[in-house]
C-alpha cells in the first residue's frame, strides 16, 4: 500500500535523483547576488521608477522597472520589464508612431 501523497513515478525513480534519505526534495541553488550583473542606471522616470541597461545571463537587457526600499537598501520589484536588444530595437524604431498615437489621445 502506498502512502498518502506519494506518486507512482516518485517510488520508481527515488534512486539516484537527488532526494535525500528522508524523502525531502534537495534545496535549490542560492540565487546569486548582483555579481553576475553590470548596470547601468540611465535615468529615473520618476522617484520609484528607473531605466537601466544590464547585463544578465551573457545578454544585454534594457530595463524598465519600480523600485522599493528594503532595509535601507533599493531593491528591483516585480512591476517592470525587461527588454531584450531586439525587442529594445523595435520598441526604438516605432517611437514616432508612439509619439503620434499619444498626442491624439491627450
Known amino acids: 500500500m502506498r502512502r498518502w501523497g506519494k506518486r507512482k513515478d516518485d517510488e520508481e525513480n527515488a534512486t539516484g535523483d537527488g532526494d535525500s534519505d528522508d524523502g525531502t526534495h534537495p534545496r535549490k541553488a542560492a540565487r546569486k547576488g548582483s555579481e553576475d550583473t553590470d548596470t547601468i542606471v540611465v535615468c529615473e ?26 532595509a535601507g537598501k ?6 517592470g520589464i525587461s527588454l531584450s536588444l531586439d ?13 503620434k498615437a499619444v498626442a491624439e489621445n491627450e
Open 74 to 79: 533599493e531593491m528591483p520589484g516585480k512591476k
Open 87 to 99: 525587442q529594445w530595437n523595435i520598441l526604438r524604431d516605432h517611437v514616432t508612431e508612439i509619439d
Open 45 to 70: 522616470i520618476s522617484k520609484n521608477r528607473k531605466v537601466s541597461v544590464r547585463s544578465w545571463q551573457g545578454k544585454v537587457m534594457v530595463d524598465i522597472r519600480e523600485f522599493y526600499v528594503k
